[in-house]
């Protein structure tokens, strides 16, 4: 007991005279971890944390979560949270219910476009972009009937066209999972009735686009690149005619062409995998380019 009265007059003294040191006029703040004073510069005494409760299954994970959003660029800025209340309860299902179609509909759409670009590596520029078509699409109710994950396809395909950057099609289709032709159908709604309304241009891609594009998936030095642009150059001159001709075929066979001539030894089946195109289709082109060089 002695020695118990002892530290607690020894505690107090201490105490004390950390209270005489401070200035007149004391103003203390939490400041890298201690309590200071602002005004003379005195530190009163260290801030202690804790040590956090751990969650280890997804229960406690769930009912320990600190970090949830309560507030979102669309629909209700507040999130009423799941509890054992039954007045919150009620609440939250009223909620819920007064949620319109739209927004339900854009609460689905907008983790599945962060994903898709995400998976990608498409800029932010892009992803901005294509919400906003999608946006469009939501307020025209075009995804009824259809799907959204098509429409979100769809419209980072299309903000790719308006920003010219060299992605392909069957690109998108891969990374979102999903069939071409679903693609492609809700591209045809959003060319039609979105694209007029935001006053966007639908820019289709070129084969000199895609050939530094390929010859940058390749690993070829940027002469050989610029060599495959020069034969497409010149092979359009001297008639050759890209109608009806997919593009990626045209700057499949000129950089395999390039490469070839400058001794970088990439077979065909790579250059066609690469571009998404058969053999045959390569080594057509190919005869075709060599024929108006």
């Known amino acids: 007991m002695k020695e118990l009265e002892r530290y607690r007059s020894r505690k107090n003294t201490t105490s004390s005279q950390e209270e005489n040191q401070c200035c007149d006029d004391p103003c ?17 005494g260290r801030i202690l944390i804790g040590d956090q409760t751990r969650a280890f299954t997804k229960e406690e994970i769930n009912k320990r979560r600190q970090t949830e959003p309560r ?20 609440l939250s299902k009223i909620q819920n219910s007064l949620v319109s179609s739209i927004e339900r509909n854009l609460w689905e759409a907008r983790p599945k476009l962060n994903l898709l670009t995400s998976k990608m590596n498409l800029p932010t520029f892009i992803k901005e972009t294509a919400w906003r078509i999608y ?27 308006v920003h010219e950057f060299p992605r392909l099609l ?32 639908y ?21 050989v690149q610029k060599d495959a642009v020069n034969m497409l150059i010149q092979a359009s001159k001297n008639g050759l005619s890209r109608s009806g001709k997919d593009p990626k075929g045209l700057a499949a066979s ?7 001539a400058k001794n970088y030894r990439k077979t065909q089946a790579e250059v066609s ?18 024929g108006r060089l």
């Open 203 to 223: 820019k289709p891609i070129t084969a000199e686009q895609l050939v530094f594009r390929f010859g940058n998936d390749l690993d070829l030095p940027i002469d």
């Open 273 to 290: 995998h690469l571009a998404k195109i058969t053999e045959v289709t390569l080594r057509s082109r190919c005869k075709q380019i060599r």
């Open 71 to 90: 507030w979102r660029g669309f629909g209700p800025r507040t999130i009423m949270p799941k509890t054992k209340d039954t007045l919150i309860s009620r």
């Open 135 to 161: 946006l469009v699409v939501a307020k025209k109710k075009l995804t009824m009937g259809r799907t959204v994950a098509g429409f979100i396809a769809a419209s980072l395909y299309t903000a790719i066209r």
């Open 254 to 260: 000129v950089i395999y062409m390039a490469a070839k």
């Open 28 to 44: 203390i703040e939490p400041k890298d971890g201690s309590n200071v004073c602002v005004n003379c510069g005195t530190i009163s």
């Open 170 to 201: 069957e690109e998108v289709c891969d990374a979102a999972i999903i069939p071409r032709h679903t693609v492609h159908k809700s591209l045809g709604y959003i060319v039609k009735e979105v694209l007029p309304e935001m006053k966007l241009k």
